[in-house]
Structure formats: C-alpha cells, structure tokens
C-alpha cells in the first residue's frame, strides 16, 4: 500500500467543516498567544501522532505478509485518531492544532460530528477569552 493510500485511510471527510471553521482558525492563529495548554490534549496528540508514525513506517508488504496484524495496526491507528478527535483544546494554540488534525494537514476534510466539535470548542474558547 502507498503512502497515499495510507493518508486516505488517515483523513475525514466533508469540505463544509473546512469552509465553517477556517476563518475562526485564521483569526485565532493570528492573535492567539503561546500558552502551556492542558497535559491531556498533548499526551492524546502525541499518542496519536506516533501510532500515525507506526502505520506510515510499516514494510509496504505488510498488509499481504499479514493481514491481520496489518488489521491491528489500522485499528490501532484509527482508535488513536478517533481520541485525538475527541480530545479538548483548552487555548487557541491546541484548538488550531486539533483542527489540523481533523482536516490531515489540509489533504481531506473534516466530517459533520468533528466540525460540530470544533464548532463547540470555538465557542467555549471565545466566551472563556482564551
């Protein structure tokens, strides 16, 4: 399997979440402070991040030499995309990364259930002035 294959596999779906969310992100990457963010979202991303690595650095031949050892490494990598999902930012700084997540770097888009947590936590950062 190809990397871009793989990436398919790693991404949402759903261009309106993009077009919904983007200015927020925009503003909020452009005014937002640096700040610590919370312990859990950054365990969460970093859980995530390296089960991504772990299925991208897998032999190409992996899926045909074991099939199901390569259905454990999908499981694996979409359980530790779905929590990364869920997980809450607590700054403009983790929200910007957690939409990056959802939309794969801009390679896909963002499903409906994601963009209607993105949209929640967009709001409860505003009103908390984050």
């Given amino acids: 399997m190809d990397t871009t294959t793989r990436r398919a596999l790693i991404g949402g779906a759903g ?3 993009v077009a919904i969310v983007g200015q927020i992100v925009v503003d909020a990457s452009a005014t937002s402070a640096p ?5 859990e979202f950054r365990a969460t991303m970093k859980a995530n991040k390296a ?3 772990r299925f991208l650095g897998l ?7 074991d099939p ?3 259905q454990c490494e999908v499981e694996r990598m ?7 999902d869920h ?5 403009w700084a983790e929200f910007v990364e957690l939409f990056g997540h959802q939309c794969d770097g801009g390679l896909s888009a963002l499903d409906d259930d994601n963009a209607t947590r993105l949209l ?3 709001k409860r950062l505003l009103n908390a002035g984050a």
């Fill in 15 to 17: 261009m309106i979440g």
């Fill in 35 to 39: 700040a610590f963010g919370s312990p």
């Fill in 51 to 53: 089960a991504v690595d």
């Fill in 59 to 65: 032999p190409e031949t992996f899926e045909r030499d």
């Fill in 68 to 70: 199901q050892g390569y």
């Fill in 78 to 84: 979409c359980a530790a995309s779905r929590a990364a």
């Fill in 87 to 91: 997980a809450t930012p607590s700054t």
């Fill in 120 to 122: 929640a936590h967009a």
